[in-house]
């Protein structure tokens, strides 16, 4: 559910670039460790890169710090959004809430 919500929310995230087999060469990485030794059912890993998308708002640009808070402005809400999905009573706020959070990080996370 993360995946899809950073899909639809961060313009830098691409769905399409996501893995979720466990490759031979992944084994000893921290989520499959976590996964496999710990119990842990979603463990993700997010990677960036420095050398520019091929995709999407940000296509031909280089990623700099502007761009990497963003996302991580854009994974803290995703994660409020699927915490709110898993547990609604728990937190019973206005949505218009994720609306004001979502202007907040957009005009503080501008790329120009």
Known sequence: ?????????????????????????????????????????????????????????YKGLQIGTRELEEMGAKFCVGLLRLKRMASPLEYNLPSS????????IESSCKVT
């Not at 899809?4 to 996501?18: D, E, H, N, R, V």
């Not at 809430?97 to 907040?104: F, H, Y």
């Open 1 to 57: 559910a993360l995946p899809k919500i950073l899909s639809q929310t961060a313009p830098a995230f691409c769905m399409g670039s996501c893995s979720f087999v466990v490759e031979k060469s992944k084994e000893s990485t921290a989520r499959v460790v976590v996964w496999r030794e710990i119990g842990v059912q979603r463990s993700y890993t997010m990677e960036s890169t420095l050398c520019g998308c091929d995709q999407g708002k």
């Open 97 to 104: 809430l994720l609306d004001i959070e979502n202007e907040l």
